[in-house]
C-alpha cells in the first residue's frame, strides 16, 4: 500500500483473487478462491482447507493440503517457489484469518467507536460505564483515560446519580460532565437505588435522616452509599461523618416520629446527636476506599503517594519508562492493569502497568 514492496500478480486469475488486498490472502473466502482458481480444487476441498487452517496449529491438518495445493499451482504453469510461498502465506493466515463480511463488522464497529470516542469522549466513557462488566478495560482505566482527554468526571452523589451513569451540562457547550451513577456503588441493590432516585424526585435530601426516612431503604444501603462516598458531593459528609450519622438509624423509623414527619411534610429527627469531631481519614485511605467500594478514584492516582520513596530508590515513573532510550536499563513501579499471555505466545507474558503519568508496557 505504501509502495515499498512490489505486487507481484503472475496470472490474471490470481490478481482476480487478491487484488483488492494488494496480494497478501486476508479472507478465508480468499483461501478458498486461491485454492479454487489456481490449484485446481473443488469447491468442497476449498472448504476442508479452510477448515483446516483453522486449528492447523494444534493438529497439523493443513500440511495435508500442502502437496495437493503447491502441486496444483505448478500445474497451472505457477513457479513452485511462488506456490510454495503462497502456502505458507495460507497456512499463517490460517492463525488470524476470518470471513470477510466478520472483517467488514468489525471494521466499522472499530471505525463508529474511533470516531465516538474522538469527537465525544464524554458520551463514550458514560456508554462503556454503563455496560459493564465488558471488554478490555476496566471502569477505572476508562474514566483516567476521559479524563486525560479533558472529560470532567463527577462522584456518585445521593441527590445527582442516577442508576446508570450520566452526562450533565458544564461550562462548555460542547462537552458535557459524566456522572458516575449509583451502579458504581459496590453492594448497592438496583431496586434500592431506584426507590432512592424516585424519593428525591420532588425535593433532594437533606440529611442522612432525610434520605432514610423519604426512601425507605435498610441501614445497610446507606452504608453501602458512604462507604462509596456519596454524601459528600451534596451533603458535603465526609465518609467517617456519614457512617457516624447511620448508626443512629434502625431499619424502621418509630411510628411517633414518621406521623410527626407526614404530619409536618418534613423529616422529624427521632433523636438530636451531640456533634462530634471526627478524625478526618489520610489522602490515602481516601483513595483506598474509593477502589473497595467504587472500583475507582477521582482523587490522585495510588502510585503517587509512593512517589518521593521510589525517586528514592531510582524507580522511574511509566512515562520516563516510555521515553527512555532502547537498551537502557531501569525499573518502573505501577498498578497492573492487565496480563496477557497468549497460547500462541510460548510462555511470553505482556503486562500493562499504570502510575500517575500514564501506562507502560512489559514483556515478561
Not at 482476480?16 to 478465508?28: I, N
Not at 489456481?38 to 476441498?45: D, H, I, L, S, V
Not at 451502579?183 to 438496583?190: C, E, I, P, S, T
Request: hydrophobic residues 45%; proline residues 5%.
Amino acid at each position: 500500500r505504501e509502495g515499498k514492496e512490489d505486487v507481484v500478480y503472475p496470472k490474471p486469475e490470481l490478481e482476480k483473487v487478491l487484488g483488492k488486498t494488494l496480494g497478501v490472502p486476508l479472507f478465508q473466502e480468499q483461501a478458498m478462491r486461491v485454492a479454487i482458481e489456481c490449484a485446481g480444487f473443488t469447491p468442497g476441498e476449498a472448504d476442508q482447507l479452510r477448515r483446516a487452517m483453522a486449528t492447523f496449529k494444534h493438529t497439523g491438518g493443513v500440511s495435508s493440503f500442502g502437496a495437493k495445493l503447491i502441486g496444483g499451482m505448478v500445474k497451472n504453469g505457477y513457479e513452485r517457489e511462488f506456490a510454495e510461498k503462497t502456502f505458507k502465506q495460507l497456512e499463517g493466515f490460517g492463525s488470524y484469518g476470518f470471513p470477510e463480511s466478520h472483517a467488514a463488522s468489525f471494521a466499522l464497529i472499530a471505525y463508529a467507536s474511533s470516531w465516538m470516542k474522538c469527537h465525544h469522549p464524554d458520551v463514550f466513557c458514560a456508554a462503556l460505564l454503563n455496560a459493564q462488566p465488558m471488554g478490555f478495560y476496566a471502569p477505572a482505566q476508562i474514566v483516567r483515560d476521559a479524563r486525560d482527554h479533558g472529560v470532567e468526571a463527577r462522584p456518585v452523589c445521593i441527590n445527582a446519580s442516577r442508576w446508570d451513569c450520566t452526562l450533565e451540562p458544564t461550562a462548555d457547550d460542547g462537552r458535557f460532565a459524566v456522572r458516575l451513577g449509583l451502579r458504581m456503588v459496590r453492594g448497592l441493590a438496583n431496586a434500592d437505588a431506584a426507590t432512592i432516585v424516585i424519593a428525591r424526585a420532588d425535593q433532594p435530601f437533606a440529611s442522612v435522616d432525610d434520605l432514610w426516612h423519604r426512601a425507605g431503604v435498610p441501614a445497610a444501603s446507606l452504608v453501602e452509599l458512604a462507604q462509596a462516598d456519596a454524601f459528600q458531593p451534596s451533603l458535603l459528609l465526609a465518609r467517617r461523618e456519614a457512617l457516624w450519622a447511620i448508626k443512629a438509624l434502625r431499619d424502621e423509623p418509630l411510628p411517633l416520629f414518621a406521623a410527626a414527619s407526614g404530619r409536618e411534610q418534613r423529616t422529624v429527627s427521632e433523636i438530636q446527636e451531640p456533634l462530634v469531631a471526627l478524625r478526618a481519614m489520610t489522602a490515602g485511605g481516601e483513595v483506598v476506599e474509593d477502589y473497595g467500594h467504587v472500583g475507582l478514584t477521582l482523587r490522585d492516582h495510588p502510585v503517587s503517594f509512593l512517589r518521593a520513596d521510589l525517586g528514592r530508590k531510582r524507580i522511574v515513573s511509566c512515562r520516563e519508562a516510555m521515553q527512555a532510550r532502547d537498551g537502557h536499563w531501569l525499573e518502573a513501579a505501577g498498578l497492573v492493569l492487565v496480563r496477557q499471555r497468549p497460547g500462541s505466545a510460548k510462555g511470553v507474558m505482556f503486562i500493562t502497568i499504570e502510575d500517575e503519568t500514564g501506562i507502560a508496557n512489559l514483556v515478561v
